[in-house]
């Protein structure tokens, strides 16, 4: 196949929105399942309630668990 081809060319774009696609479902899957894991460790408080609350420390937690989760997903996709 010529690599300068259209054909060759439009399958290259499919291949990189067939990995968005992919690399995106694995990140919200990675942060769901991360989130829920957290929840179950942290029995004493209720991180949801906390952060309506305008606790700005347990949001701090919660953005920087879904920073390396995206990290950590990302390296491995």
Do not use: C, P, Q
């Amino acid at each position: 196949m010529d690599v300068f081809s259209w054909s060759h060319t439009f399958l290259m774009y499919l291949r990189a929105i067939g990995w968005s696609i992919v690399a995106s479902v694995g990140f919200a899957f990675g942060v769901g399942l991360a989130l829920k894991v957290f929840d179950k460790l942290s029995v004493s408080i209720d991180e949801w309630e906390e952060i309506k609350n305008g606790n700005i420390g347990v949001a701090l937690i919660m953005v920087s668990l879904i920073v390396m989760v995206g990290l950590l997903v990302y390296k491995v996709i």
